[in-house]
């Protein structure tokens, strides 16, 4: 597959919140079942979902990355106050 070809519309640090090393069960809400061990590289993706001219993709994956670091320390317990440089 083409590099930026795969692309989320839920950030993959967004669904490692509730990963077991890579994978993530989820819910098929018609069949009502639940489907364990779902790689997180192809969840809430789409092939060029944001465009075809990957440049939006790219800045995208930026600010994934930046977000990536709150989101972990939130999830370790952390206020937003504490991130605050003020």
């Given at each position: 597959m083409p590099p930026y070809k795969?692309?989320?519309y839920v950030p993959q640090?967004?669904?490692r919140g509730?990963?077991?090393d890579s994978t993530?069960?989820?819910y098929h809400l018609?069949?009502?079942r639940e489907i364990p061990g779902q790689q997180i590289a192809n969840l809430?993706?789409?092939s060029y979902f944001?465009?075809?001219d990957t440049t939006i993709e790219k800045v995208l994956s930026r600010l994934e990355a930046a977000h990536?670091?709150?989101?972990n320390v939130l999830r370790d317990g952390a206020t937003l106050r504490s991130l605050s440089p003020w």
């Open positions: 795969n692309q989320h640090s967004y669904l509730w990963a077991t993530v069960p989820i018609e069949n009502e809430c993706s789409r944001n465009s075809e990536a670091d709150v989101f």
